[in-house]
């Protein structure tokens, strides 16, 4: 298969739904001219049109609330947020209309729009590095996706576009340059699945986005000490694949939850709930948990540094829940 990077599997499902259906348009802030803030959709308004790539005005709210309407009549929007930051402004048309119009017209009406969100930082300051995906998560009637791969940048994003509801697609920026095996062929990520990326006996480390690169490089190095680690990327946020999450974890006894988000209340705090819940004999130590420490992140490179969760962090975890 051909290797190409996170950003141009990106781009390579918008494309092929495009051309697919139609329906399928893009609305957000620079998408046009500039090809968006990350160049995602560069050159697709000179092959779709305006109609079909919608540059908007800086009004995240207008920009949902437009996706939510045209959904509602037939339509397959795909709504950039230019960074996860400045979804706040648009809370509303998320959690309180794409996320309960099926649900409260009792499955009348179906809301089919992609929120693709950039997350993540590189040295934006507090209130433009931030990580909001246990918010959404936490939403009934969104689902919400967040690939660490090109393979699955692509499949995820495809299969959302296609889905009759609401998906709210989550892509690291650190990500982007990432290179990785995606194949010519059509294909889809099934929504809802996790995925072992790397087999193991010793203990499950539970990841997904950028940690989840983060998480097979300390394996590598964990494997050359002699520790065998099994790497679940969760993939989809919600819904959750437990079974999946807790095959891994009745194999190896041991897992440690690896998030970029703050600890508190995060999805880690969910794994973990569901590992002691459904999987309570299987323990054979307390379930680990490796997060972004509980500070805004700060301005300054070292100190941003020190607060993003490494591969040093996910390997002390590891070796604190064996005792090595």
């Not at 499955?107 to 993540?120: A, D, K, L």
Request: net charge negative; with cysteine.
């Amino acid at each position: 298969m051909p290797e190409i990077t996170f950003r141009e599997a990106i781009r390579q499902a918008l494309r092929e739904e495009m051309e697919r259906d139609d329906r399928v348009f893009l609305i957000g802030e620079d998408i046009g001219a500039y090809g968006g803030t990350y160049a995602v959709t560069r050159g697709f308004l000179e092959q779709f049109g305006e109609r079909r790539v919608v540059d908007a005005p800086i009004a995240e709210a207008g920009i949902i609330g437009t996706a939510v309407g045209a959904a509602l009549v037939g339509l397959r929007p795909v709504a950039e947020m230019m960074s996860v930051n400045f979804t706040l402004l648009a809370l509303d048309q998320i959690v309180n209309h794409a996320a309960k119009i099926h649900s409260m017209f009792g499955g009348h009406f179906s809301v089919p729009m992609v929120i693709r969100i950039n997350t993540g930082f590189g040295q934006l300051a507090a209130t433009h590095s931030q990580n909001f995906d246990p918010w959404f998560a936490y939403v009934p009637g969104l689902k919400v996706v967040s690939p660490g791969t090109p393979y699955d940048a692509k499949g995820l994003l495809k299969t959302a576009i296609r889905d009759p509801d609401p998906v709210v697609y989550i892509e690291h920026g650190a990500l982007y340059n990432l290179k990785g095996e995606v194949p010519e062929e059509e294909y889809e990520v099934p929504l809802g699945s996790a995925e072992v990326k790397r087999e193991g006996h010793d203990v499950t480390i539970v990841t997904y986005a950028r940690m989840l690169q983060v998480s097979l490089r300390a394996a590598a190095q964990l494997e050359a000490e002699g520790i065998s680690c099994e790497v679940v990327d969760l993939r989809s946020l919600r819904p959750i694949d437990t079974p999946t999450l807790l095959e891994s974890f009745k194999k190896t006894n041991r897992a440690v939850v690896a998030e970029e988000a703050w600890r508190t209340l995060g999805i880690g705090a969910e794994i973990a709930a569901r590992i002691q819940e459904e999987a309570f004999d299987y323990l054979d130590a307390p379930i680990a948990r490796v997060a972004q420490p509980e500070v805004p992140l700060p301005y300054a490179r070292e100190l941003e540094r020190a607060a993003i969760p490494d591969e040093g962090d996910v390997i002390r975890a590891v070796k604190e829940l064996l005792g090595a």
